[in-house]
């Protein structure tokens, strides 16, 4: 049991350095990524080009795509839709943050 768990624990830690030197990599070689935005597929979250990927019809931001890898690499899921499938309670909820706070702005 405890090699499982620190084989799993090596593959998050080698996963987690390989996404962000990807996010540092998109950033230097385009300053302005790290400042344009969009709303991630799987999360539904704003955030920054930097770092994100493109999978099929769905652009996952670099928190995201961590969540894919480890999933993918650690057998939770199959492929893309099957991660997006798993995402849809968060997504729904971050969606759901993001119409709360647009109206408290409004009514304020």
């Known amino acids: 049991m405890n090699k499982i ?24 070689e385009n300053p302005d990524s790290e400042f344009e935005m969009f709303d991630c597929s799987a999360c539904a979250k ?19 795509v961590l969540m ?9 899921v199959k492929n893309i839709e099957d991660f997006m499938k798993n995402m849809e309670e968060k ?7 993001f119409i709360k706070q647009d109206k408290l702005k409004e009514d304020n």
Do not use: F, H, P, W
């Open 68 to 76: 894919y890898e480890l999933a993918l690499k650690l057998g939770k």
């Open 91 to 97: 997504r729904l909820e971050n969606m759901c943050d």
């Open 46 to 64: 704003t955030a920054c080009l930097a770092g994100s990927i493109q999978y099929s019809k769905y652009r996952l931001c670099n928190d995201c």
């Open 5 to 28: 768990n620190n084989e799993s624990e090596q593959i998050i830690s080698d996963m987690q350095a390989v996404v962000l030197q990807m996010k540092l990599d998109d950033i230097e």
